[in-house]
């Protein structure tokens, strides 16, 4: 129990518990709705909000989460009508994303940011500016799926169904855009944005295939990545590894260790 005496070790702890509220809620509505592959165009064009900030002088995690909300708006808009032929525009925003922020970062003057880490996460370094700004998002996450969990539910398994019933599916579907863009950002710190959309996938992933509702799916991938990212922190610790790439890991050798046992168990049967 010496890790917990660190009070860096203390921040890590509890942003892996924040991140895994809104990974679990938010990647779960991404697995049913089938976004994963549109979050992470929304994850790596967010880059481009991280080089802006630090050449204006801003809070890297403010500049990446207005971008990254202002982009999930323009895919909410342009892929709204068009859902099945995304991929080339996804594409383009992602390199576009990141362009823009390798380019404004070389721009910068001596600049002194840590850019891996924002990349591939650093959870250990997660400051108490990153903790309030974690807070307030998971907030609001957990407020508006709450109050509004009917209507997803609605619009994720029958959206003409949902439209039946008065569900204001054009606005929902914008937001639960700008939703996954907030949970990007939360998750930031953690993974980075390079592996975001992996901790996103795989405990909601695993969730649905146990689940028998939507809400038993939010709660069960909120415990997995819970598990998956103390984990990742004990192994990184221990081993002296990055942080990002040690959650990862556990979440992908305990994926296949379930896809295994599930395949197993239905050719016995």
């Known amino acids: 129990m010496d890790i917990l005496s660190y009070s860096f070790m203390q921040h890590a702890f509890l942003a892996a518990f924040l991140v895994s509220i809104c990974i679990?809620?938010?990647?779960s509505l991404v697995v049913v709705n089938r976004m994963v592959f549109l979050s992470g165009g929304i994850a790596h064009g967010s880059y481009g909000g991280i080089g802006l900030a630090i050449y204006f002088g801003i809070f890297p995690l403010v500049g990446a989460s207005i971008f990254a909300i202002f982009l999930s708006l323009v895919v909410a808009i342009v892929s709204y009508k068009n859902r099945e032929r995304m991929d080339p525009i996804i594409g383009a925003m992602w390199a576009a994303g990141m362009s823009?922020?390798?380019?404004?970062?070389?721009?910068?003057?001596?600049?002194?940011?840590?850019?891996?880490?924002?990349?591939?996460?650093?959870?250990?370094?997660?400051?108490n500016r990153d903790l309030i700004v974690m807070g307030i998002f998971d907030v609001i996450i957990v407020l508006l799926v709450s109050l509004l969990h009917k209507d997803f539910l609605a619009m994720s398994?029958?959206?003409?169904?949902?439209?039946?019933?008065?569900?204001?599916?054009?606005?929902?579907?914008?937001?639960?855009?700008?939703?996954?863009?907030?949970?990007?950002?939360?998750?930031?710190?953690?993974?980075?944005?390079?592996?975001?959309?992996?901790?996103?996938?795989?405990?909601?992933?695993?969730a649905e295939k146990i689940s028998s509702s939507l809400y038993r799916m939010m709660y069960?991938?909120?415990?997995?990545?819970?598990?998956?990212?103390?984990?990742g922190l004990f192994l990184s610790y221990f081993l002296n590894i990055s942080s990002g790439a040690a959650i990862i890991f556990v979440a992908s050798t305990l994926f296949f260790i379930f896809v295994v046992l599930s395949k197993t168990k239905k050719y016995f049967r």
């Open 157 to 206: 398994f029958d959206s003409e169904f949902a439209k039946l019933r008065g569900v204001k599916e054009k606005a929902l579907y914008y937001l639960l855009i700008v939703l996954i863009g907030i949970s990007i950002i939360v998750s930031v710190r953690a993974v980075g944005l390079i592996l975001v959309i992996a901790l996103m996938s795989i405990p909601t992933f695993m």
């Open 100 to 127: 823009i922020g390798i380019i404004f970062t070389d721009l910068t003057p001596g600049y002194n940011v840590d850019i891996m880490s924002y990349l591939f996460g650093s959870i250990i370094s997660v400051s």
């Open 24 to 27: 679990g809620i938010v990647g």
């Open 220 to 231: 069960i991938a909120t415990i997995l990545t819970i598990i998956f990212t103390f984990a």
